[in-house]
């Protein structure tokens, strides 16, 4: 029995749908679903929704990054606890001010992020976040995320 003509068939319908195949975009098929907000800024008062007294972490220290976004997606402008800065080099140049003051207590970040930013700028601030080293030498692990109040 004769297959050559069969296999022919069967390599150019696999070649054809080997080049016509174009996947959905991957950011698309991202569904985040974000905590609800629990951050706390450097006084210790919550930041979003009200909490608890006794659901706050004691000895927690942390510094509040908020980024507003566009309606496109990208960042519009950045937040460091109640002080405003324009764009990723003066985030990283606040959090290097932050971070450089001797036996500062601070040593978690969390972002409070809107539901309308897209995860590529998302990682671009996490970048600039974990570029950062502590007073003590240590470098900025502990991230969290929060959903924005109203986002």
Sequence with gaps: MNLA????????????????????????????????????NTTGAPV????????????????????????????HSLGVDESQVGNLQALDNKLQTVFAVKDSPINQVILQVGRELHYQELMKVVEVCTRQTLADGQKLTKLSFVEAAGG
């Design 5 to 40: 003509a069969m296999l022919d068939m069967a390599f150019q319908l696999l070649t054809f749908f080997i080049l016509t195949f174009k996947p959905a975009p991957v950011e698309g098929r991202i569904n985040l679903r974000l905590p609800p907000p629990v951050g706390l």
């Design 48 to 75: 979003g929704n009200e909490v608890k007294k006794d659901e706050i972490p004691a000895g927690l220290h942390t510094l509040t990054v908020t980024i507003f976004a566009k309606p496109d997606g990208t960042i």
